[in-house]
Protein backbone atom coordinates (compact mmCIF):
# COMPACT_ATOMS: atom_id res chain seq x y z
CA UNK A 1 0.00 0.00 0.00
CA UNK A 2 1.77 3.32 -1.13
CA UNK A 3 0.86 6.89 0.21
CA UNK A 4 -1.57 8.79 -1.66
CA UNK A 5 0.21 12.17 -0.82
CA UNK A 6 -1.00 15.03 1.47
CA UNK A 7 -4.94 15.39 1.58
CA UNK A 8 -5.76 18.20 -0.60
CA UNK A 9 -9.88 19.42 -0.87
CA UNK A 10 -11.66 19.29 -4.29
CA UNK A 11 -12.16 22.39 -6.15
CA UNK A 12 -15.64 23.53 -5.48
CA UNK A 13 -17.97 22.95 -7.87
CA UNK A 14 -21.73 25.01 -8.37
CA UNK A 15 -24.28 22.88 -6.85
CA UNK A 16 -26.15 22.28 -10.32
CA UNK A 17 -29.45 21.85 -8.43
CA UNK A 18 -32.43 23.96 -7.14
CA UNK A 19 -32.20 25.61 -3.92
CA UNK A 20 -34.32 24.59 -0.80
CA UNK A 21 -35.92 27.37 1.37
CA UNK A 22 -32.91 29.98 2.64
CA UNK A 23 -30.19 29.67 -0.26
CA UNK A 24 -29.88 29.59 -3.85
CA UNK A 25 -26.81 28.23 -5.99
CA UNK A 26 -25.76 31.92 -6.76
CA UNK A 27 -25.51 32.63 -3.37
CA UNK A 28 -22.07 32.86 -1.50
CA UNK A 29 -20.31 29.66 -1.34
CA UNK A 30 -20.63 27.71 2.11
CA UNK A 31 -18.21 27.83 4.67
CA UNK A 32 -16.95 24.41 4.07
CA UNK A 33 -17.34 23.95 0.08
CA UNK A 34 -14.43 22.25 -1.05
CA UNK A 35 -14.03 20.15 2.17
CA UNK A 36 -14.42 16.66 1.74
CA UNK A 37 -15.08 14.27 4.59
CA UNK A 38 -15.30 10.53 5.41
CA UNK A 39 -17.72 9.10 7.61
CA UNK A 40 -16.93 5.91 8.85
CA UNK A 41 -19.01 4.10 11.38
CA UNK A 42 -22.84 4.39 12.17
CA UNK A 43 -25.80 4.73 14.26
CA UNK A 44 -26.51 8.39 15.16
CA UNK A 45 -23.45 10.57 17.09
CA UNK A 46 -21.07 10.38 13.80
CA UNK A 47 -24.10 10.26 10.69
CA UNK A 48 -25.39 13.20 12.73
CA UNK A 49 -21.88 15.40 12.79
CA UNK A 50 -21.58 14.63 8.92
CA UNK A 51 -25.04 15.70 8.02
CA UNK A 52 -24.21 18.88 10.07
CA UNK A 53 -20.92 18.85 7.85
CA UNK A 54 -22.68 18.44 4.95
CA UNK A 55 -25.39 20.58 5.72
CA UNK A 56 -21.94 23.20 6.21
CA UNK A 57 -20.94 22.69 2.23
CA UNK A 58 -18.54 19.54 2.81
CA UNK A 59 -18.75 16.72 0.22
CA UNK A 60 -19.35 13.84 2.84
CA UNK A 61 -18.83 10.34 1.23
CA UNK A 62 -20.56 7.62 4.23
CA UNK A 63 -18.68 4.24 4.24
CA UNK A 64 -20.75 1.28 4.50
CA UNK A 65 -20.80 -2.17 4.75
CA UNK A 66 -22.02 -4.40 1.97
CA UNK A 67 -25.26 -5.72 1.92
CA UNK A 68 -26.28 -3.94 5.32
CA UNK A 69 -24.70 -0.89 5.32
CA UNK A 70 -25.57 1.58 8.40
CA UNK A 71 -27.88 -0.30 11.64
CA UNK A 72 -29.76 2.98 11.39
CA UNK A 73 -30.89 1.60 7.59
CA UNK A 74 -32.84 -1.37 9.17
CA UNK A 75 -34.22 1.25 12.54
CA UNK A 76 -38.18 1.84 12.20
CA UNK A 77 -40.59 0.67 9.62
CA UNK A 78 -39.55 2.45 6.32
CA UNK A 79 -41.63 5.27 5.88
CA UNK A 80 -40.21 6.52 2.80
CA UNK A 81 -38.84 4.90 -0.25
CA UNK A 82 -37.61 2.22 1.98
CA UNK A 83 -36.33 4.89 4.40
CA UNK A 84 -37.16 5.36 7.88
CA UNK A 85 -37.33 8.88 9.59
CA UNK A 86 -34.00 8.45 11.59
CA UNK A 87 -31.93 7.51 8.80
CA UNK A 88 -33.04 9.85 6.59
CA UNK A 89 -32.90 12.65 8.33
CA UNK A 90 -29.17 11.59 9.74
CA UNK A 91 -27.67 11.48 6.31
CA UNK A 92 -29.38 13.23 3.41
CA UNK A 93 -27.03 15.19 1.26
CA UNK A 94 -24.28 12.60 1.62
CA UNK A 95 -23.16 9.88 -0.71
CA UNK A 96 -22.84 6.58 0.38
CA UNK A 97 -19.79 4.15 -1.04
CA UNK A 98 -19.75 0.31 0.16
CA UNK A 99 -16.37 -0.82 1.20
CA UNK A 100 -15.25 -4.71 2.62
CA UNK A 101 -12.40 -3.75 5.52
CA UNK A 102 -11.72 -7.79 4.66
CA UNK A 103 -10.68 -7.23 1.24
CA UNK A 104 -7.27 -5.89 0.61
CA UNK A 105 -8.34 -3.59 -2.72
CA UNK A 106 -11.24 -2.22 -1.11
CA UNK A 107 -9.04 -1.16 2.23
CA UNK A 108 -6.42 0.39 -0.46
CA UNK A 109 -8.85 2.17 -1.93
CA UNK A 110 -10.18 3.40 0.89
CA UNK A 111 -7.20 4.12 2.46
CA UNK A 112 -6.78 6.06 -0.90
CA UNK A 113 -9.77 8.56 -0.69
CA UNK A 114 -8.86 9.43 2.81
CA UNK A 115 -5.47 10.49 2.05
CA UNK A 116 -7.25 12.87 -0.51
CA UNK A 117 -9.72 14.38 2.17
CA UNK A 118 -9.93 16.72 4.59
CA UNK A 119 -11.61 15.30 7.54
CA UNK A 120 -12.64 11.80 8.79
CA UNK A 121 -15.16 11.25 11.59
CA UNK A 122 -15.36 7.81 12.91
CA UNK A 123 -17.24 5.55 15.48
CA UNK A 124 -16.61 2.01 14.40
CA UNK A 125 -16.41 -0.51 17.44
CA UNK A 126 -13.49 -0.27 18.99
CA UNK A 127 -9.95 -1.10 17.68
CA UNK A 128 -11.40 -1.79 14.17
CA UNK A 129 -10.05 1.04 12.65
CA UNK A 130 -6.75 0.14 14.17
CA UNK A 131 -6.84 -3.76 13.24
CA UNK A 132 -7.76 -2.32 9.48
CA UNK A 133 -4.96 -0.07 9.44
CA UNK A 134 -6.73 3.01 9.44
CA UNK A 135 -7.31 4.13 13.02
CA UNK A 136 -6.27 8.07 13.97
CA UNK A 137 -2.83 7.78 14.88
CA UNK A 138 -1.75 5.51 11.61
CA UNK A 139 -3.38 7.67 9.22
CA UNK A 140 -2.38 11.24 10.84
CA UNK A 141 1.37 9.93 10.57
CA UNK A 142 1.01 9.16 7.17
CA UNK A 143 -1.72 12.15 5.85
CA UNK A 144 -0.13 15.25 8.07
CA UNK A 145 -2.67 17.43 6.60
CA UNK A 146 -5.67 15.09 7.92
CA UNK A 147 -8.12 16.08 10.52
CA UNK A 148 -9.32 12.83 12.21
CA UNK A 149 -12.03 13.15 14.73
CA UNK A 150 -12.90 9.81 16.57
CA UNK A 151 -16.00 9.61 18.41
CA UNK A 152 -15.92 6.61 20.91
CA UNK A 153 -18.24 5.59 24.14
CA UNK A 154 -16.48 6.40 27.42
CA UNK A 155 -13.60 8.02 25.96
CA UNK A 156 -9.78 7.36 25.01
CA UNK A 157 -8.79 5.71 28.22
CA UNK A 158 -9.56 4.73 31.65
CA UNK A 159 -11.39 0.96 32.58
CA UNK A 160 -14.46 1.31 30.35
CA UNK A 161 -12.43 2.92 26.95
CA UNK A 162 -13.08 -0.29 25.14
CA UNK A 163 -16.56 -0.63 25.98
CA UNK A 164 -19.22 0.02 23.82
CA UNK A 165 -22.26 2.51 24.66
CA UNK A 166 -25.17 3.77 23.30
CA UNK A 167 -27.16 7.01 24.28
CA UNK A 168 -29.89 5.67 26.76
CA UNK A 169 -26.83 4.01 28.47
CA UNK A 170 -25.21 7.26 28.75
CA UNK A 171 -28.40 9.00 29.67
CA UNK A 172 -28.41 6.49 32.74
CA UNK A 173 -24.37 6.46 33.24
CA UNK A 174 -23.85 9.73 33.25
CA UNK A 175 -26.73 10.76 35.63
CA UNK A 176 -28.94 12.57 33.13
CA UNK A 177 -31.66 10.30 33.78
CA UNK A 178 -31.22 11.32 37.46
CA UNK A 179 -32.49 14.43 37.03
CA UNK A 180 -34.80 13.91 34.69
CA UNK A 181 -38.82 13.25 34.92
CA UNK A 182 -40.61 13.00 38.12
CA UNK A 183 -39.57 12.54 41.75
CA UNK A 184 -40.75 9.03 42.48
CA UNK A 185 -41.65 7.97 39.34
CA UNK A 186 -39.88 5.13 36.80
CA UNK A 187 -36.74 6.37 35.17
CA UNK A 188 -37.31 9.04 32.02
CA UNK A 189 -35.11 9.13 28.78
CA UNK A 190 -35.00 12.62 27.35
CA UNK A 191 -37.33 12.14 24.34
CA UNK A 192 -34.62 12.53 21.48
CA UNK A 193 -31.21 11.25 21.46
CA UNK A 194 -29.45 13.86 23.29
CA UNK A 195 -26.58 12.23 23.96
CA UNK A 196 -25.65 10.92 20.45
CA UNK A 197 -26.36 14.15 18.92
CA UNK A 198 -24.74 16.37 21.30
CA UNK A 199 -21.38 14.43 20.52
CA UNK A 200 -21.51 14.59 17.04
CA UNK A 201 -22.17 18.61 17.77
CA UNK A 202 -18.84 18.51 20.30
CA UNK A 203 -17.31 16.20 16.75
CA UNK A 204 -18.44 19.34 14.28
CA UNK A 205 -16.68 21.56 16.85
CA UNK A 206 -13.76 19.92 17.29
CA UNK A 207 -13.34 19.56 13.55
CA UNK A 208 -13.59 23.18 13.06
CA UNK A 209 -11.58 23.83 15.24
CA UNK A 210 -8.81 21.88 13.86
CA UNK A 211 -9.30 23.41 10.34
CA UNK A 212 -8.61 26.92 11.46
CA UNK A 213 -5.59 25.36 13.31
CA UNK A 214 -4.45 23.76 10.17
CA UNK A 215 -4.82 27.02 8.20
CA UNK A 216 -2.44 28.38 10.52
CA UNK A 217 0.25 25.44 10.30
CA UNK A 218 -0.35 23.25 7.59
CA UNK A 219 -1.09 19.90 9.68
CA UNK A 220 -4.35 18.31 10.59
CA UNK A 221 -4.56 16.07 13.62
CA UNK A 222 -6.58 14.11 15.99
CA UNK A 223 -9.80 14.92 17.59
CA UNK A 224 -11.18 12.72 20.26
CA UNK A 225 -15.22 13.00 21.89
CA UNK A 226 -17.21 10.42 23.67
CA UNK A 227 -20.73 9.96 24.39
CA UNK A 228 -19.99 9.82 27.95
CA UNK A 229 -17.58 12.98 28.05
CA UNK A 230 -20.99 14.55 26.59
CA UNK A 231 -23.07 13.18 29.08
CA UNK A 232 -20.85 14.70 31.62
CA UNK A 233 -20.70 18.16 29.74
CA UNK A 234 -24.41 18.65 29.75
CA UNK A 235 -24.82 17.95 34.01
CA UNK A 236 -22.56 21.11 34.29
CA UNK A 237 -24.31 22.95 36.97
CA UNK A 238 -25.84 19.91 38.64
CA UNK A 239 -22.22 18.65 39.52
CA UNK A 240 -20.79 22.14 40.27
CA UNK A 241 -24.41 22.24 43.02
CA UNK A 242 -23.59 18.87 44.68
CA UNK A 243 -20.05 20.01 45.05
CA UNK A 244 -21.25 22.95 46.82
CA UNK A 245 -24.06 21.65 48.57
CA UNK A 246 -23.23 17.88 49.08
CA UNK A 247 -26.74 17.25 48.21
CA UNK A 248 -27.50 14.42 45.51
CA UNK A 249 -29.79 16.64 42.61
CA UNK A 250 -33.96 15.04 42.47
CA UNK A 251 -35.87 14.31 39.33
CA UNK A 252 -37.26 18.12 39.13
CA UNK A 253 -39.97 17.49 36.40
CA UNK A 254 -40.63 20.66 34.44
CA UNK A 255 -39.16 23.09 36.76
CA UNK A 256 -35.46 24.11 37.47
CA UNK A 257 -33.83 24.03 40.75
CA UNK A 258 -34.06 26.54 43.20
CA UNK A 259 -35.96 29.03 41.08
CA UNK A 260 -40.04 29.64 41.30
CA UNK A 261 -42.19 30.19 39.47
CA UNK A 262 -40.62 28.31 36.38
CA UNK A 263 -42.35 25.06 35.39
CA UNK A 264 -45.66 23.69 33.44
CA UNK A 265 -49.19 24.01 35.22
CA UNK A 266 -52.22 22.19 33.91
CA UNK A 267 -54.39 24.51 32.18
CA UNK A 268 -58.26 23.50 30.87
CA UNK A 269 -56.63 21.99 27.27
CA UNK A 270 -53.26 20.98 28.30
CA UNK A 271 -49.98 22.67 29.99
CA UNK A 272 -48.49 26.16 30.05
CA UNK A 273 -45.06 26.62 31.05
CA UNK A 274 -45.22 29.82 33.31
CA UNK A 275 -41.15 31.42 33.68
CA UNK A 276 -41.17 34.28 35.92
CA UNK A 277 -37.86 33.41 38.19
CA UNK A 278 -37.77 36.68 39.89
CA UNK A 279 -39.40 38.95 42.77
CA UNK A 280 -40.70 41.67 39.53
CA UNK A 281 -42.14 38.94 37.34
CA UNK A 282 -44.05 37.13 40.19
CA UNK A 283 -45.68 40.41 40.70
CA UNK A 284 -47.28 40.04 37.26
CA UNK A 285 -47.64 36.52 37.62
CA UNK A 286 -49.80 37.19 39.94
CA UNK A 287 -51.74 40.13 38.31
CA UNK A 288 -52.41 38.27 35.44
CA UNK A 289 -54.16 34.80 37.08
CA UNK A 290 -56.08 37.81 39.36
CA UNK A 291 -54.37 37.18 42.61
CA UNK A 292 -52.90 40.43 43.97
CA UNK A 293 -52.81 39.16 47.55
CA UNK A 294 -50.49 36.16 46.77
CA UNK A 295 -47.49 39.04 46.41
CA UNK A 296 -48.40 40.27 50.26
CA UNK A 297 -48.14 36.34 51.35
CA UNK A 298 -44.81 36.13 53.85
CA UNK A 299 -44.63 32.88 51.83
CA UNK A 300 -43.81 34.09 48.63
CA UNK A 301 -42.44 37.30 48.92
CA UNK A 302 -39.06 36.35 47.17
CA UNK A 303 -37.61 33.69 45.49
CA UNK A 304 -36.45 31.57 48.05
CA UNK A 305 -39.35 31.59 49.99
CA UNK A 306 -41.71 30.83 46.83
CA UNK A 307 -38.75 27.86 46.19
CA UNK A 308 -39.60 26.66 49.90
CA UNK A 309 -43.18 27.07 49.80
CA UNK A 310 -43.54 25.75 46.70
CA UNK A 311 -45.79 23.04 46.49
CA UNK A 312 -48.53 25.12 48.83
CA UNK A 313 -47.94 28.48 45.96
CA UNK A 314 -48.04 25.73 42.51
CA UNK A 315 -51.70 24.83 44.04
CA UNK A 316 -53.17 28.24 44.40
CA UNK A 317 -51.72 28.86 40.62
CA UNK A 318 -53.03 25.66 39.29
CA UNK A 319 -56.35 25.83 40.97
CA UNK A 320 -56.66 29.17 38.44
CA UNK A 321 -55.03 27.69 35.14
CA UNK A 322 -57.64 25.05 34.86
CA UNK A 323 -60.33 26.91 35.03
CA UNK A 324 -59.19 28.79 31.74
CA UNK A 325 -57.45 27.32 28.31
CA UNK A 326 -53.92 27.81 27.47
CA UNK A 327 -54.57 30.82 24.77
CA UNK A 328 -56.65 32.86 27.44
CA UNK A 329 -53.67 32.26 30.16
CA UNK A 330 -50.70 32.99 28.07
CA UNK A 331 -52.91 36.07 26.29
CA UNK A 332 -52.75 37.33 30.09
CA UNK A 333 -49.19 36.35 30.92
CA UNK A 334 -48.06 38.13 27.73
CA UNK A 335 -50.17 41.33 28.44
CA UNK A 336 -47.98 41.87 31.47
CA UNK A 337 -45.13 40.65 29.89
CA UNK A 338 -44.07 37.36 31.75
CA UNK A 339 -43.08 34.51 29.28
CA UNK A 340 -44.97 31.45 28.45
CA UNK A 341 -45.18 28.59 26.37
CA UNK A 342 -47.75 26.27 25.67
CA UNK A 343 -46.57 22.34 25.34
CA UNK A 344 -46.78 21.60 21.91
CA UNK A 345 -46.91 17.96 20.26
CA UNK A 346 -44.93 17.69 16.76
CA UNK A 347 -47.97 18.85 15.21
CA UNK A 348 -48.68 22.08 17.37
CA UNK A 349 -44.93 22.60 16.28
CA UNK A 350 -44.77 22.20 12.93
CA UNK A 351 -47.80 24.15 12.48
CA UNK A 352 -47.02 27.59 14.21
CA UNK A 353 -46.43 30.40 12.54
CA UNK A 354 -42.93 30.63 14.16
CA UNK A 355 -41.65 27.47 12.74
CA UNK A 356 -43.14 28.34 9.60
CA UNK A 357 -41.78 32.22 9.57
CA UNK A 358 -38.27 30.67 10.45
CA UNK A 359 -38.30 28.28 6.77
CA UNK A 360 -36.66 25.86 9.27
CA UNK A 361 -38.55 22.67 7.48
CA UNK A 362 -36.67 22.19 3.68
CA UNK A 363 -37.97 20.34 0.98
CA UNK A 364 -35.08 18.99 -0.97
CA UNK A 365 -35.17 19.07 -4.77
CA UNK A 366 -36.01 15.40 -4.86
CA UNK A 367 -38.91 15.59 -2.56
CA UNK A 368 -37.47 14.83 1.12
CA UNK A 369 -38.77 16.95 4.08
CA UNK A 370 -36.62 17.60 6.33
CA UNK A 371 -35.06 19.63 9.42
CA UNK A 372 -32.57 22.29 8.19
CA UNK A 373 -29.45 23.62 10.16
CA UNK A 374 -30.78 26.11 13.10
CA UNK A 375 -28.38 28.46 12.03
CA UNK A 376 -27.82 30.91 9.12
CA UNK A 377 -25.11 33.06 7.07
CA UNK A 378 -25.87 36.17 6.13
CA UNK A 379 -29.57 35.47 6.90
CA UNK A 380 -29.33 32.61 4.50
CA UNK A 381 -30.10 29.00 5.74
CA UNK A 382 -28.09 26.31 4.07
CA UNK A 383 -30.29 24.47 2.10
CA UNK A 384 -30.83 20.37 2.25
CA UNK A 385 -29.53 19.72 -1.46
CA UNK A 386 -30.41 15.96 -1.48
CA UNK A 387 -31.94 13.04 0.33
CA UNK A 388 -30.49 9.98 2.19
CA UNK A 389 -28.38 8.20 -0.30
CA UNK A 390 -29.02 4.09 -1.30
CA UNK A 391 -27.02 2.12 -0.16
CA UNK A 392 -23.15 1.46 -2.21
CA UNK A 393 -25.14 4.46 -4.70
CA UNK A 394 -21.80 6.32 -5.27
CA UNK A 395 -18.85 3.83 -4.88
CA UNK A 396 -18.20 3.73 -8.45
CA UNK A 397 -18.84 7.55 -8.85
CA UNK A 398 -16.05 7.89 -6.24
CA UNK A 399 -13.60 5.42 -6.52
CA UNK A 400 -12.96 6.26 -9.97
CA UNK A 401 -12.45 9.91 -9.61
CA UNK A 402 -9.37 10.80 -10.91
CA UNK A 403 -8.47 12.46 -7.47
CA UNK A 404 -9.04 9.03 -5.53
CA UNK A 405 -7.03 7.11 -8.27
CA UNK A 406 -4.58 4.98 -6.96
Keep these: MTEAGPPTPPSPEPDPQPASAGQSPGDPPLPLAGVRVVELGGSVAVPYACWVLASLGAE ?141 MWAVIGAMGALMRRAETGRGGRVDVSLYETALGWMTYHVTGYRFSGRVPKRPGTRSPGMAVYQAYACADGHLIIAAPSDRLFGRVATALERPVWTEDPRFRTNALRWENLEVLNGLIEAVTLTRDRAHWQAALEAVGVPSAPLQDVGEMLGHPQTEALEILQTTPDGWELVGLPLSFDRARPYQKSGPPPLGADTEAVFTREDCDR
Design 60 to 200: VVKVERPGTGDDARAWSPPEKDGFGAIFTSLNAGKRSVTVDYKNPDDLARLVTLIGRSDIVVQNLRPGLAESFGIGADTMCAAFERLIYVESGAFGRQGPLKDKPGYDPLMQAFGGLMSVTGHEGNDPVRVGTSLIDMGTG
